[in-house]
């Protein structure tokens, strides 16, 4: 491959910790872009410890901090945050998801910052928002997901719950990443920096879309469906003769007489008046579901899956995460890379997102402070200032970088 990733030569400094600020920033990295990670001296970002279970590490530092340089400041003195001024001072963008107001009281507010470097991209990342009546509220991802009503769609008619990822945080990093490629492209054009603001609850109230208009025009808060469909049927989660369901999807009338003639075997059921419509199928959805899972319970998986895909229907085997890390398609397609870590190399999966002409980026995931002693040195300072502030606990440093495989740490 040749080529440079598309972000080589910017330098990030994140401010971050948990889930959202660190998924935007971990794709920046991925793109090629130099991220230096803020963490605290004491313990570094608290998702390092969420548990333990990668090889000793946290899973969630694993999956969000890949090719980052580690940097532990202590930013109650005076000292740590004129350190990361003089960071901030060099980089393309700076990313914040802090406490409210905690950066602010920090001097670190966009107003202030742009006052000096107008090119200078700052994000500001936040639970609610800068103002309104939830500006100081504290946010966390089951939170967001309580507000914005995610919750009261997701689960079955019987009991409501969460999504099993954290969808508020996930969405609010990803319009990070979009936001900051849209400003460097501006800024490429004009010159221009830029102060952006993401919230979690703004970005999962517009992933409500489709719930949220549907409710606005009815008056009706849709139902919690399970795996089935409100507005479609068949649409949900069927058995077999030999092992897991099978999610099937009709999207269509031509669907269903494919899927009774076809694959079950009851051509009869196509022009039955009760279920030759989608309309007709969701008013006698409990009929629907009943002679279509009566079908393929007499049918062994694969040739269940064999027929739909024959019959070009729609089809998903209900896969465990077990079955998701052996799936064939990521097998197939050589998804996965080894990353360094501080443990040895761990397996983790390439980025969403890749260019044809250049590998991805997959660099090391840092122990604490890795790179603290040599990122400071860029700055200007001596080891032996280095040493000396180290002892007064305004900065801290692991023991070794690790080296990714390019041979830096």
Request: charged share 25%.
């Amino acid at each position: 491959m040749t080529g440079d990733l598309p972000l080589t030569g910017v330098t990030v400094v994140s401010l971050e910790q948990a889930v959202a600020a660190p998924m935007a920033t971990r794709h920046l990295a991925d793109q090629g872009a130099r991220v230096i990670k803020i963490e605290r001296v004491d313990g570094g970002d608290f998702a390092r410890d969420y548990d333990n279970a990668v090889k000793g590490l946290g899973s969630h530092f694993f999956w969000l901090n890949r090719g980052k340089e580690s940097v532990a400041l202590d930013l109650k003195t005076g000292e740590g945050r004129e350190l990361l001024r003089q960071l901030i001072d060099r980089a393309d963008v700076f990313v914040q998801n802090l406490a409210p107001g905690a950066a602010a009281r920090l001097g670190l507010d966009a107003g202030t910052l742009r006052a000096e470097r107008p090119g200078l991209i700052v994000v500001d990342m936040s639970g609610y928002g800068s103002s309104g009546p939830y500006r100081d509220r504290r946010a966390y991802d089951l939170l967001v997901q309580s507000e914005t009503g995610l919750v009261s769609i997701t689960g079955t008619p019987e009991a409501a719950a969460k999504t099993g990822i954290p969808t508020a945080d996930i969405a609010a990093g990803m319009y990070v990443y979009s936001g900051v490629l849209a400003a460097l492209f501006r800024r490429e054009r004009t010159g221009a920096g830029a102060h952006l603001e993401v919230s979690m609850f703004d970005a999962l109230t517009e992933w409500m879309g489709h719930p949220l208009y549907l409710t606005a025009h009815t008056g009706r808060n849709p139902p919690r469906a399970g795996l089935s469909h409100p507005v479609i049927a068949p649409y949900d989660a069927y058995p077999t003769a030999d092992g897991p369901d099978v999610l099937i999807g009709i999207q269509n009338d031509r669907g269903w007489v494919r899927l009774v003639t076809e694959v079950l075997d009851r051509p009869e059921l196509a022009t039955d008046p009760d279920f030759a419509t989608n309309a007709a199928r969701v008013r006698n959805r409990q009929r629907v579901d009943g002679l279509v899972a009566e079908g393929t319970g007499k049918l062994p998986g694969d040739e269940l899956v064999r027929r739909l895909d024959a019959a070009g229907i729609a089809s998903a085997r209900l896969n465990s995460v077990r079955d998701l890390l052996a799936h064939p398609q990521l097998a197939e397609r050589d998804r996965w890379r080894e990353v360094p870590t501080p443990v040895g190399p761990v397996p983790a999966l390439l980025p969403p997102v890749l260019f044809s002409d250049v590998e991805a980026h997959m660099g090391a995931v840092p122990a604490l402070g890795a790179h603290t002693r040599r990122v400071l040195a860029e700055l200007g300072l001596s080891a032996e200032r280095i040493d000396e502030l180290a002892g007064r606990g305004v900065l801290a440093f692991g023991a070794s970088d690790v080296v990714d495989e390019e041979g830096e740490g």
